[in-house]
């Protein structure tokens, strides 16, 4: 059977995702982008991880920028500052935080001023400030930087007498600096005047008049003057008594925003977004982390070291455990709105199919996640509303699908055991069993046979899970029918599984009970005669346990009932990573896959153990000893990492090895009628291309019926196409007595039509 290119039956149509409600929701269990606790205690919003990150690097100036960009008096802020933020901070939990004020004032004195014209253009608005408290300072330079013209009426004479009016008792390098900045602000004093009593009165005892000023502070009889109201026109705003310098620039901060909303005919109340500080929901693990002591601070090099102390604060938990994650650099949250943009909204390009199909599907995010937050789940709901909506091309799949149909059709076969017509078990090996491991296969049913009441039949086929993977649902659909058909001529018997993933794929699918065949054999205990194993190994849980704590402990008890000494790795159990087969990352994205196993083996220089012939597979394919547990069980462990093209012929071979021997039925051999050798690196070529040899032999059938062919001057060698299913394979060959030598292929989706 081939897979046509559109597998759904639907027209190409627009189908959300989710709803908006939903996609908030989901984004919202993400914290990766919630702020730092100390950076969350700043009511002024200072990114004080990414200042202290900047000190770290020595950086100073980037930090000074930083720093500026929340105050207009910088100095002062750093001279008085409360700093909750170093209340909040991590390190606390193990001993001394991080000297943030220390830092800051760091940050002022290595960085030098930098002094410029604003690029903003100066607003045709005047406002006018009263009185010389802490939140009138603060509360002109705000309106300052905004680019109005500011006038401050107070009863000093002189800008060192109103400084200190607002700030008093400042340190003398503060008091100087402060000074600079209130001059470079270029603000208009009124000097001289009691604005207090005019203010309570409502008088205008200094020659004001209303129509002087756009934007104008004033009190209601009974409050102080730092208690201000922000009048502009008939609005009145008040922002409360300050509290501490702190308070004081934040109610500034807040009460100039509020009068430059006015000014433009603005609700103050709308988009302002949360003001002052926050409770962060970040989730910071200190595993690993020691604590230390703070580092006085006397110059540029001591600012670095005690910078270089911050754990930098982030929720990373997914990261960390996720190869895919990391390979895209993208947060959860990120990449589930890029996904359902995607999905939902673009009607061109769709540049996110890549990262869509390259997650595993493996769950492990939901385990590492302080939240739950399932990033695989959000990509196979993308994949099947893709399928749905025709979005979907078929080629980063199509491989795999094809496999699922071949092993479910050539390579199929359902049997009760000789001399039962219904059978109270059923073995399930799995298909990727089958394919590397046949000779594991074989004898796990032998001695289920032997060793098990009522009857065991075999089923060799594919679960079909790999057209849920695909997101192809009306195919998984199919092949779940088909499945219940075959189990239903058996006698619906249960299924003992030679796979987690398919345990776990039938548990959902079909009626009945579902087994994993390490549950059967702790039973009945281990066959007589399994190869002890006394040496240390590192076992991979496989992601089709996760969430199985009984499969988990069970391999576990196996394991070390046949002397495997087990090394703790870390990620282990519901934590596991994907070993890159899951989800069909391999079909899609080999470079993430092959990320995906690297990790894995990153965890132990030990051979590793597994429980799913895939995970296997893929570690040996890496040049690590790696074995099944069941090939330890009946001791046919083999030292061999079968291509794409042998495990085709491993699960035929198993099929008519079984028939000829435990239902006496002779099968024919399909070897082709030619002879067909490969040239050194041909067939790793092919493999690398997921190219199989009976696709070689097909094109090569077409070349002896039409004789169409190349022939390469250069090298001498012939070349020769045939179109199968949706793709053209290209054979490069030479004859040689009775057949070809073929010393390479390619392929593409490219439909060549010739004219006459």
């Known amino acids: 059977m081939r897979l046509e290119e559109r597998a759904s039956t639907h027209v190409y149509h627009q189908k959300r995702l989710f709803t908006k409600e939903e996609l908030e929701a989901r984004e919202h269990l993400c914290v990766h982008e919630q702020p730092a606790y100390c950076s969350a205690a700043c009511p002024l919003k200072l990114d004080v991880k990414a200042l202290i990150a900047h000190v770290a690097a020595g950086r100073f100036q980037e930090a000074r920028g930083l720093y500026e960009k929340i105050t207009p008096f910088p100095h002062l802020l750093s001279a008085r500052c409360e700093a909750p933020c170093e209340a909040k901070c991590k390190l606390l939990e193990l001993g001394e935080g991080i000297a943030i004020r220390d830092l800051e004032a760091a940050v002022l004195a290595c960085a030098p001023e930098k002094r410029g014209k604003s690029f903003l253009r100066k607003k045709p608005l005047r406002a006018a400030v009263f009185g010389s408290s802490l939140f009138t300072l603060f509360l002109a330079g705000e309106l300052a930087r905004k680019r109005y013209g500011v006038t401050v009426f107070c009863a000093q004479e002189t800008p060192e007498e109103y400084l200190a009016a607002c700030a008093p008792a400042l340190p003398q390098q503060a008091r100087e600096a402060s000074l600079r900045d209130l001059q470079n602000l270029e603000i208009t004093f009124r000097w001289g005047c009691d604005p207090g009593e005019a203010l309570k009165t409502q008088k205008d005892s200094f020659g004001l008049s209303a129509a002087d000023f756009d934007l104008a502070q004033t009190v209601f009889p009974g409050l102080e003057a730092e208690e201000a109201l922000m009048v502009s026109r008939e609005h009145r705003l008040l922002t409360g008594p300050a509290q501490g310098v702190l308070g004081a620039a934040f109610g500034a901060k807040k009460a100039a925003l509020s009068a430059d909303r006015l000014a433009q005919n603005l609700d103050p109340a709308n988009t302002r977004g949360e003001e002052g500080a926050v409770e962060t929901r970040l989730y910071t693990r200190l595993e690993g982390v020691t604590g230390s002591r703070r580092i006085p601070i006397s110059g540029r090099e001591d600012a670095q070291a005690e910078a270089g102390r911050c754990i930098q604060c982030r929720c990373d938990e997914c990261v960390k455990g996720c190869a895919y994650l990391r390979h895209y650099q993208k947060s959860p949250r990120i990449l589930t709105r890029e996904i359902y943009n995607n999905v939902s909204i673009i009607m061109g390009d769709h540049m996110m199919n890549k990262p869509i199909n390259a997650c595993s599907l493996c769950g492990q995010c939901r385990f590492t996640c302080p939240n739950g937050y399932d990033m695989g789940e959000i990509c196979h709901m993308a994949r099947q509303n893709m399928v749905f909506t025709g979005k979907m091309p078929l080629a980063p799949h199509e491989f795999a699908l094809q496999d699922m149909l071949f092993s479910n059709e050539e390579a199929f076969l359902c049997r009760p055991q000789p001399g039962f017509d219904r059978c109270r078990y059923v073995f399930f090996p799995g298909c990727q069993a089958s394919a590397i491991a046949p000779a594991t296969v074989r004898a796990a049913y032998r001695d289920l046979c032997h060793r098990l009441d009522g009857g065991v039949g075999l089923l060799l086929g594919c679960c079909g899970v790999i057209s849920d993977w695909a997101g192809r649902y009306e195919l998984f659909e199919q092949s779940t029918r088909f499945l219940r058909e075959q189990l239903e001529k058996l006698g619906d018997p249960k299924i003992i599984a030679g796979c987690p993933t398919c345990m776990k794929t039938l548990s959902g699918t079909v009626s009945g009970d579902v087994v994993g065949i390490w549950e059967i054999l702790e039973d009945i205990g281990l066959p007589e005669g399994p190869l002890p194993a006394p040496r ?27 002397g495997c000494q087990l090394a703790d790795t870390p990620y282990s159990e519901d934590q596991s990573p994907c070993c890159g087969y899951g989800g069909l990352t ?171």
């Open 536 to 562: 240390p190994m590192a076992l991979h849980d496989a992601c089709g346990a996760r969430g199985d704590p009984a499969t988990q402990q069970s391999i576990r008890r196996i394991a070390r009932s046949l």
């Open 586 to 756: 391999q079909y899609a994205n080999r470079e993430v896959a092959r990320e995906m196993t690297q990790q894995c083996l990153e965890r132990s220089d030990l051979p590793y153990l597994s429980y799913c012939m895939a995970c296997r597979d893929r570690f040996a394919r890496e040049g690590r000893e790696s074995v099944h547990i069941l090939e330890l069980v009946y001791g046919t462990a083999a030292d061999h990492c079968p291509d794409i093209s042998a495990k085709r012929y491993n699960r035929l071979g198993l099929k008519q090895q079984l028939l000829e021997e435990i239902w006496k039925e002779k099968v024919e051999d399909m070897e082709p009628e030619f002879t067909l050798t490969y040239a050194p690196g041909a067939e790793e070529q092919m493999d690398e291309r997921m190219i199989l040899k009976s696709d070689v032999i097909a094109v090569l059938n077409r070349l002896r019926e039409t004789g169409e062919a190349i022939l390469d001057a250069d090298t001498g060698l012939c070349v020769t196409r045939a179109r199968l299913g949706n793709v053209t394979f290209w054979v490069k060959y030479q004859e040689i007595p009775g057949g070809y030598q073929v010393f390479g292929a390619y392929s593409h989706r490219m439909n060549i039509v010739t004219r006459q």
